[in-house]
T-cell receptor, first 113, second 115 residues
Framework: DAGITQSPRYKITETGRQVTLMCHQT?????MFWYRQDLGHGLRLIYY???????DKGEVPDGYVVSRSKTENFPLTLESATRSQTSVYFC????????????FGPGTRLTVL | GENVEQHPSTLSVQEGDSAVIKCTYS??????FPWYKQELGKRPQLIID?????GEKKDQRIAVTLNKTAKHFSLHITETQPEDSAVYFC??????????????FGKGTKLSVIP
């Protein structure tokens, strides 16, 4: 579990500001994912990445931007934060062809005022 | 896309009793079904998973069953203990063209084990 980290762990921002959530993994997993967790909705996929420079949309991508210039990092940016983006954000990684288990980071609790 | 329904949303059992959580999925092509446990304030962690070529899998007090025809799968926890109290999520996915699984999660079941 210590192999995937997120920062910051807690963030308070204001509507309209840009916010970037960081995710870093040390396993060299090919796949990385961003989820948001909201009460009553479970975990919903925002974006995922199959490898460096390859990203694709998930279920709820609107308002978010991702990049993956290095295998170990997968930052998530809210270009203009809205109150509806208040949530807990989890990053995950997996290595296809093996156990396919997705390992989750500790999460970032984001509050947009 | 895939849709996963999970029931019940809350479940209370006495310590030592069994707990059963059920999920249904919509896409018959789904072939991987993991279960995650999330304790309060913590990250989701995989507790057991099953693939579509297997009907049942056990790991100590935890078991998962899969009925592909009915498109449902269940988590069974026997001899429940207070430390089993958590939110449990089921998920279903299809291996994507690039090789990994993209998961669709159920909305979760909050299990409370009463001492």
């Amino acid at each position: 579990d210590a192999g995937i980290t997120q920062s910051p762990r807690y963030k308070i921002t204001e509507t309209g500001r840009q916010v970037t959530l960081m995710c870093h993994q040390t396993w060299s997993h090919s796949y990385m994912f961003w989820y948001r967790q909201d009460l009553g909705h479970g975990l919903r996929l925002i974006y995922y990445s199959a490898a460096a420079d390859i990203t694709d949309k998930g279920e709820v991508p609107d308002g978010y931007v991702v990049s993956r210039s290095k295998t170990e990092n997968f930052p998530l940016t809210l270009e203009s934060a809205t109150r509806s983006q208040t949530s807990v954000y989890f990053c995950a990684s997996s290595e296809p062809g093996g156990a396919d288990t997705q390992y989750f980071g500790p999460g970032t609790r984001l509050t947009v005022l | 896309g895939e849709n996963v329904e999970q029931h019940p949303s809350t479940l209370s059992v006495q310590e030592g009793d069994s707990a059963v959580i059920k999920c249904t999925y919509s896409d018959s092509a789904s072939n991987y079904f993991p279960w995650y446990k999330q304790e309060l304030g913590k990250r989701p962690q995989l507790i057991i998973d099953i693939r579509s070529n297997v009907g049942e899998k056990k790991d100590q007090r935890i078991a998962v069953t899969l009925n592909k025809t009915a498109k449902h799968f269940s988590l069974h926890i026997t001899e429940t203990q207070p430390e089993d109290s958590a939110v449990y999520f089921c998920a279903a996915s299809i291996r994507s063209g690039a090789g990994s699984y993209q998961l669709t999660f159920g909305k979760g079941t909050k299990l409370s084990v009463i001492p």
